[in-house]
């Protein structure tokens, strides 16, 4: 009797065996491909825990002990506010802040994805993902952008009509620099920076890209790269449009990652600033901080400063601020909006929401 050699090439096999092999297969192809989806979709589930929230809440903040009292008396409809990590870097990547003396480095971490998540703790926040107009912090995102773009500081800039067109006709605010004015990258962006600098943010757009259009295109590029979801710029001053929108969230996240930046860090921790003469000031201009001049206001607080702040006042978004605060050696982030409506030059939302934020926190 001839014995057959079940899965061999050799022999013969009747109909059933053919049917089971064939069954085996499709139960192994099943497995194969079932095993496969579920490592996709656990991976996908993954990456959609984490863009959930780009301002996930730490675990571990640093060695340090933060508290806060109630913020039930800040004004502003919206807000947020973050503590930076202690001794930790930021990096551009999808995992988490990396401590300095983690064997594996920046670059590798770097390469691992494209993506930029940010492992802050949230102190308290109101409304942090709800849609705002983002009125002059728009110019946060202006000012990063030309610094990545073009980031020699000296170079020489002549001021065109053209620069000064795109804003006349919404009466947007300026710094005061007139058409046919030589001023340098530097004078722009702190012009942008500390005043509502409509023309600053126009020069720099115009002279790093060639046109607005072209740089709003690079600003919302750069959005999407830092993990800004819920935000979309259609210009570089902040002009109210409809299809203009952000939440303090993504204003907070813009915040952190461009202070990364030195040069950035630098312009938005200026309270003052003299540009190179212009028309009318041969000793050059000074600008000072829309924060700094309010009356009554002072950077030095107890225990620490508020380092900077880039403030804006609109119809839509009322008074908004984005600041950066030390306090006992470790770094804070507030961000508020839709505050009281109009501008001020006495004490404002802004300052007394920044202030309050201030005096809410302990560090231990």
């Not at 540009?275 to 009318?280: A, D, E, H, N, Q």
């Not at 400063?305 to 880039?310: D, V």
């Not at 006992?328 to 409506?341: N, R, T, W």
Request: aromatic share 10%.
């Amino acid at each position: 009797m001839k014995k057959t050699h079940f899965f061999s090439f050799g022999g013969t096999r009747d109909w059933r065996e053919w049917l089971v092999a064939f069954a085996l297969a499709l139960v192994f192809f099943v497995l194969l491909y079932g095993g496969l989806s579920l490592s996709d979709r656990s991976r996908t589930k993954e990456m959609d825990a984490l863009a959930a929230s780009t301002l996930e809440v730490a675990r571990e903040a640093g060695d340090v002990e933060v508290t806060v009292g109630p913020d039930e008396t800040l004004q502003s409809m919206k807000y947020i506010l973050l503590q930076r990590p202690v001794n930790t870097r930021r990096f551009e990547g999808r995992g988490r802040w990396i401590r300095a003396d983690e064997e594996q480095t920046l670059a590798e971490k770097i390469e691992e994805t494209e993506f930029h998540w940010l492992h802050h703790k949230v102190l308290f926040e109101r409304e942090q993902d709800a849609r705002v107009a983002p009125g002059s912090l728009t110019k946060l995102m202006t000012i990063l952008v030309a610094l990545e773009q073009y980031p020699n500081l000296d170079a020489e800039v002549e001021l065109t009509a053209e620069m000064f067109a795109l804003f006349y006709d919404q009466n947007a605010a300026i710094a005061g620099l007139s058409p046919g004015d030589v001023v340098t990258v530097r004078d722009l962006l702190a012009g942008a920076m500390l005043t509502p600098g409509a023309e600053c943010a126009s020069a720099l757009a115009i002279y790093t890209a060639g046109s607005e259009q072209a740089f709003v295109q690079r600003m919302n590029e750069k959005a999407a790269q830092i993990g800004m979801t819920s935000t979309h710029y259609t210009n570089v001053t902040g002009i109210e449009s409809e299809q203009d929108y952000t939440t303090v969230s993504d204003l907070a996240l813009l915040l952190d990652y461009a202070l990364s930046n030195a040069d950035f860090k630098e312009i938005f921790t200026l309270w003052q600033y003299t540009t190179s003469p212009v028309y009318g000031y041969a000793d050059g201009m000074t600008l000072t901080s829309t924060l700094y001049g309010k009356e009554g206001f002072t950077p030095v607080m107890s225990g620490g400063a508020i380092l900077g702040a880039k403030t804006g006042t609109t119809e839509q978004s009322g008074q908004c601020v984005a600041a950066l605060f030390e306090k006992d050696g470790v770094e804070f982030i507030f961000v508020s909006a839709e505050g009281q409506p109009g501008y001020s030059p006495t004490h404002t939302t802004q300052v007394d929401d920044l202030e309050k934020a201030f005096g809410l926190v302990t560090v231990s």
